[in-house]
């Protein structure tokens, strides 16, 4: 390079592309872009904008529901359902512990449970026509009563309750129902006591009978309906317990007799006659003597 000349590269330098090349090369057409739908074209359909002016309609939910037909034909409707009286009532569990239990009741006040003995669960099972089980269940009931002990791998004892068990169940029947009989004189102004009677007839019928068993669950419904008329739930729940337990048998002493029962179930209509005519001291000397008696 010389001195104060300068020198300018060729063009085909500058651009990378030879100089023949760029002398003889055609001009490249520009692409052509396609045009773009406009906003009323969409593709190769009529697009239409929608009207966001139109008033809102609230959809009609109280029509009735159609199901589409899919070209099957239609079910037929379903029966009506049973009624609940007609369905058939299966067997459960507690009902026959229930049962077992009421059975082992009027066994124990009947004398048909030795008081001493020990009965073993699938003895009184296969008595009963039950498995061992609602036996067992039914015992567990009847030892938180004090009816019966348990022996370890040998069944049940039934409890002896002597004379001086039975007068204490029954002092403690005298301290609660004779302040609560008394009450009901006294505020049982609008209470019909001939309501009452029909319970008292089923002990007079039991009696009758000379039926121990049946006398006992009459008489224990008598008055756990007239002392529910108190209002006092655990009242009742108290002196029903008091009473199952002092209806046992004492030892050595023969069952009552037909009489005997006849006399008690006699209390229970002269209870309601005095009550209804309000007369205390009846009321007193009758249910005083009716829970200290053998037979109530």
């Known amino acids: 390079m010389k001195q104060g000349r300068t020198e300018t590269a060729p063009s085909w330098l500058r651009t990378g592309i030879p100089a023949q090349a760029t002398s003889t090369m055609p001009a490249q057409p520009a692409p052509t872009v396609p045009a773009q739908p406009g906003p009323t074209t969409r593709g190769d359909r009529p697009y239409a904008e929608p009207a966001y002016d ?27 359902a049973a009624p609940p009286s007609a369905a058939r009532k299966m067997p459960r569990r507690h009902s026959v512990r229930g049962q077992i239990l009421d059975a082992l009741r009027s ?6 449970l030795v008081p001493g003995e020990v009965y073993s669960g699938p003895a009184l099972g296969e008595r009963f026509g039950v498995s061992a089980t609602p036996v067992r269940e039914a015992m567990q009931q009847l030892v938180q009563e004090g009816a019966v002990e348990v022996v370890p791998n040998r069944g049940f004892r039934v409890a002896r309750r002597s004379a001086r068990d039975l ?35 089923a002990t007079a019928t039991a009696a009758a009978r000379g039926d121990r068993a049946g006398y006992a669950e009459a008489d224990r419904a008598f008055h756990r309906a007239l002392l529910a008329l108190t209002g006092n739930h655990q009242l009742v ?22 009489a005997d029962l006849m006399a008690d179930a006699a209390d229970h209509l002269a209870l309601l006659e005095a009550l209804a005519a309000q007369d205390f001291a009846t009321v007193e000397t009758l249910v005083t003597e009716h829970c200290t008696g053998t037979a109530g």
């Open 237 to 258: 729940l108290i002196t029903d317990d008091l009473h199952r337990r002092s209806q046992a048998p004492a030892p050595h002493t023969p069952s009552a007799r037909p």
């Open 167 to 201: 007068a204490e169940l029954a002092e403690i029947r005298a301290l609660l129902e004779v302040p609560a009989m008394l009450r009901l004189a006294r505020t049982g102004q609008g209470v019909d006591w001939a309501a009452l009677r029909p319970l008292a007839d």
């Open 54 to 80: 139109r008033p809102y309609a609230e959809p009609a939910y109280d029509r009735p529901y159609v199901e589409p037909a899919y070209g099957c034909p239609a079910a037929a409707p379903a029966p009506p």
């Open 107 to 112: 066994a124990l006040v009947g004398g048909e």
